[in-house]
């Protein structure tokens, strides 16, 4: 990329949404993107194969802890914003383990923070109003709604229930305190459950197609009512590039996608769009393979997002219908099973071991 060139600096671009969203920004935007990711057991340089002869793309493996190389990435691409997407994201795994969740979301956030403001108070006065730091957050900030509750809003007080969502509370409260403190022009977006290409399998919506594929059994946790407001990850993206373009600075947007389903809704409706477009002899109806399991310990019940503050400042509006969404999503799947195959490595047998292999059937 030739010197001098505005850039933003995305982390966790490897990853699910962060995939989805460097290539959806290079798809609409000149801007180019420096991508850093750890590439963990969820980040993988196949969902950005798309990009090997984009020279607007340039990957750097490497940890946000890692302060030096974070200072060496501002001082020598200078880039005009930090979109952080990089954290452990999977609720299971920060219940078996939660010291790596505390380490990257609130460690690695804070790591980022402090060399973000260090670049950022040195930039000339134009600049510094131009920056921005985009934190991407959650739903589970907020904690669990009971079924007759308004959705959470932005101002919905943080209640945070499981090590993962403490953890990303705790770094929204630094990300947001340094605005307060330093002025260091912050937008944080919290967000509902994303669906979509480039999903790690360990995911309500990929497991289940992946499992039901090779006729496993398919495992909901508890009674299967728990509600989660589901959006198509294209959509997301769209909503962070208008917050990074136009959100204002100090401010949270929530984005979510209008389409509450309870868990078994959503397995039925993924089985049933297997039973169209991908039937399986001796299966007459693909929620045969559906097993109730023991519940997952501290399970938030129900999840809904406002995203009233984003559209009435921002217009934006999901463009995705959840049953379009979710049969593309089904499709993909299907299609890049090589995909699927590469991303399961021997430790992720390993953590199907560990999460379902003491689970009993509820
Ligand atoms: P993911 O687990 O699929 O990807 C995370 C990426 O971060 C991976 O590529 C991983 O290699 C990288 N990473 C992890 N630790 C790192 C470190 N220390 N340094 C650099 N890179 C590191 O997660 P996702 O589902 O794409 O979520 C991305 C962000 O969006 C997260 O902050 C998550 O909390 C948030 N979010 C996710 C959802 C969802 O439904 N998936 C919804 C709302 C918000
Ligand atoms: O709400 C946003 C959050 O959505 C993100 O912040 C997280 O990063 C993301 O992982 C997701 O969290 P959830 O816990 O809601 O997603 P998950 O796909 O793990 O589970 C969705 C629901 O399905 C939840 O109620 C648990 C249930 N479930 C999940 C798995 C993996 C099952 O019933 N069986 C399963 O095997």
Redesign the pocket.
Same mark, same amino acid.
């Given at each position: 990329m030739p010197r001098g060139t505005r850039v933003i600096l995305v982390?966790?671009?490897?990853?699910?949404?962060?995939s989805n969203f460097v290539l959806d920004w290079l798809a609409a935007e000149r801007t180019p993107v420096v991508n850093?990711?750890?590439?963990?057991y969820?980040?993988?340089l196949e969902n950005l194969a798309g990009l090997k002869n984009d020279a607007r793309h340039t990957f750097v493996k490497?940890?946000?802890?890692d302060r030096a190389l974070v200072a060496k990435l501002l001082r020598e691409h200078r880039p005009q914003a930090v979109v952080?997407?990089?954290?452990?994201? @999977?609720v299971d795994r920060s219940i078996h383990g939660p010291a790596d969740f505390v380490?990257?979301?609130i460690m690695?956030t804070f790591s980022l923070l402090e060399e973000a403001r260090a670049y950022w108070s040195n930039l000339k006065e134009a600049e510094k109003s131009d920056f921005r730091f985009l934190h991407?957050?959650?739903?589970e900030v907020y904690g669990s709604l009971g079924a007759n509750d308004p959705a959470f809003t932005e101002t919905t007080p943080y209640a945070p229930n499981s090590p993962y969502a403490a953890s990303?509370a705790a770094s929204d409260h630094l990300v947001r305190s340094y605005h307060h403190t330093y002025g260091l022009p912050v937008v944080t977006t919290n967000?509902?459950?994303?669906y979509g290409p480039y999903?790690?399998p360990e995911?309500l919506i990929p497991l289940m197609v992946v499992n039901a594929a090779k006729r496993k059994p398919l495992p909901v946790y508890g009674d299967g009512k728990n509600v989660r407001d589901w959006l198509y990850v294209g959509d @997301?993206c769209e909503a962070v590039r208008l917050a990074l373009k136009r959100g204002r600075p100090g401010e949270t947007y929530n984005i979510g996608g209008n389409a509450e389903k309870t868990n078994l809704e959503v397995v039925n409706a993924l089985c049933a769009i297997l039973d169209e477009i991908r039937p399986q002899p001796h299966i007459t109806h693909h929620s045969s393979l559906i097993t109730h399991v023991q519940d997952r310990p501290g399970h938030d019940r129900r999840y809904a997002m406002d995203a009233g503050k984003l559209r009435s400042e921002l217009g934006w509006m999901p463009r995705e219908q959840f049953d379009t969404g979710l049969k593309k999503t089904v499709q993909w799947y299907l299609d890049h099973m090589a995909w699927v195959d590469g991303v399961v490595s021997g430790a992720y047998r390993s953590w199907i071991d560990l999460n379902y292999g003491r689970r009993e059937r509820a």
């Open positions: 982390t966790g671009g490897a990853g699910f949404i962060g850093l990711d750890k590439l963990t969820a980040g993988n490497g940890d946000i802890n952080n997407f990089a954290a452990e994201s @999977h380490q990257t979301n690695g991407a957050s959650t739903d990303k967000c509902s459950n994303n999903q790690f995911k @997301h």
